[in-house]
């Protein structure tokens, strides 16, 4: 129920309802617009303390291993993202509450209807449940933070923002995509602890398969020996061997354990050194051959008019 200023005597002439209104409303107005500001402002400022709170939280993670600290900084990035449009709608919201209490409005009645409304709205918003409900399982079960490169359903790419409704993926070509967290059945993780670094290269089916295997160690050994890349190598790199037998070309893997989001830089070295070092052994890297058989009497004919011809 609305709380009504003073009221003015109705016996008093027109006259004086100028005066009334000030002398009644006036004051009443004041002070009510006076704890507003109050009320705003300290939320504004516990807002900042949260913020600079979890922002010392933040700075005071530590983690000798690199690999580590950076798996480490994304997972307090996702959850201080969270906790900070959590803190800013449950202070705002408990504000907006004691404003409308201070200009009189009974905020029980109003919360029992709210708790009401929202059963029978939540029967109408059961996939902005499923999707809230989701968001936050994904969050406490650590399941993609903000920086991974994930594949959810047929998008993938970094993934910018987790919200508990939606989560936002930009794709390699810029695209970004808006994913409802109800929808999300099943992640794949590609920069999750570590990586893999895969080789996969084709040679002729006249070339030695030994030297091609001492070609490939010589070329994980250079690439192992780059100042930038070798921090970011878990493991020697491994010779698989060969993986397969195609039309023109016999292909060959060798692979190696990395950090996460290791993985692409480190296999455009291995192509390149890859191309290095087989030029120099004399390796061929075949391309798409055919090889055509022609019957006798169409021999015949093309050598006939090859003379013919020339």
Do not use: C
């Not at 004691?98 to 918003?125: H, Q, S, T, Y």
Request: charged content about 25%.
């Amino acid at each position: 129920m609305m709380v009504s200023p003073p009221q003015a005597v109705s016996s008093q002439p027109l006259e004086t309802w100028e005066i009334w209104r000030f002398s009644a409303w006036g004051p009443w107005l004041s002070v009510r617009l006076l704890h507003t500001a109050i009320f705003l402002l300290g939320a504004y400022l516990l807002d900042r303390a949260w913020r600079l709170l979890l922002k010392r939280v933040k700075a005071s993670v530590r983690e000798d291993d690199p690999v580590a600290r950076g798996e480490l900084e994304r997972r307090v990035e996702t959850v201080t993202a969270i906790l900070k449009r959590a803190g800013w709608l449950v202070l705002y919201f408990t504000a907006g509450l004691m404003i409308l209490n201070d200009f009189g409005v009974e905020i029980g009645p109003m919360l029992a209807g709210l708790g009401i409304v929202g059963v029978a709205v939540g029967f109408g918003a059961q996939y902005l449940v499923r999707d809230l409900i989701s968001g936050f399982f994904i969050v406490m079960e650590d399941q993609f933070r903000v920086g991974d490169v994930v594949k959810i359903g047929e998008f993938s790419g970094v993934v910018e923002h987790i919200f508990l409704r939606t989560t936002q993926i930009r794709a390699a070509n810029g695209d970004l995509h808006i994913v409802p967290n109800g929808q999300i059945a099943s992640v794949t993780n590609m920069t999750r602890q570590w990586s893999r670094a895969v080789l996969d290269v084709g040679v002729g089916y006249d070339s030695n398969i030994d030297e091609v295997f001492e070609a490939l160690r010589e070329i994980g050994r250079l690439v192992q020996e780059e100042p930038d890349l070798a921090p970011h190598i878990k493991e020697p790199f491994d010779i698989v061997g060969v993986t397969s037998l195609g039309e023109s070309a016999i292909t060959v893997r060798m692979w190696a354990k990395v950090g996460p989001l290791q993985q692409w830089a480190i296999e455009s070295a291995l192509r390149k050194r890859a191309k290095e070092v087989f030029d120099a052994r004399g390796i061929e890297i075949p391309f798409p051959q055919r090889t055509l058989s022609l019957d006798k009497a169409t021999t015949e004919l093309l050598r006939t008019r090859l003379k013919e011809g020339g």
